[in-house]
């Protein structure tokens, strides 16, 4: 089993950034990949963006890239989303979650087993 954990969120305004935090606990070696999905109200979930836990490998949706940053500390098994030139848009509640594999079903959240709690983010304008 595996726990997820996020943190960071809150209320920021247009412009603004914020850093995303996602604590993993319990057994984590089968987890390969760790991807950010956010939803709306009234909309599907989301994908933001994911990472492989060893390697290079990223992955963004068109919507944030150049603007997020996913990144990782393996020391403390925590996966960040940095977030900068925040738009009204980008208002969800954002989750984390791990996948034991990595490829094109990085994006969908169907290929992902454990998830966390969310964690709100609100920009204002």
């Known amino acids: 089993q595996v726990q997820l954990v996020e943190s960071g969120g809150g209320l920021v305004q247009a412009g603004g950034s914020l850093r995303l935090s996602c604590a993993a606990s319990g057994r984590t070696l089968s987890s390969q990949t760790m991807g950010w999905f956010r939803q709306a109200p009234g909309k599907e979930r989301e994908f933001v963006a994911a990472?492989?836990?060893?390697?290079?490998?990223?992955y963004y949706a068109d919507s944030v890239k150049g603007r997020f940053t996913i990144s990782r500390d393996n020391a403390k098994n925590t996966v960040y989303l940095k977030m900068d030139s925040l738009k009204p848009e980008d208002t969800a509640v954002y989750y984390c979650?791990?996948?034991?594999?990595?490829?094109?079903?990085?994006?969908?959240?169907?290929?992902?087993?454990?998830w966390g709690q969310g964690t709100q983010v609100t920009v204002s304008s």
């Open positions: 990472l492989r836990w060893s390697g290079d490998n990223t």
């Open positions: 979650a791990a996948s034991s594999t990595w490829g094109v079903w990085a994006v969908t959240a169907n290929a992902y087993r454990y």
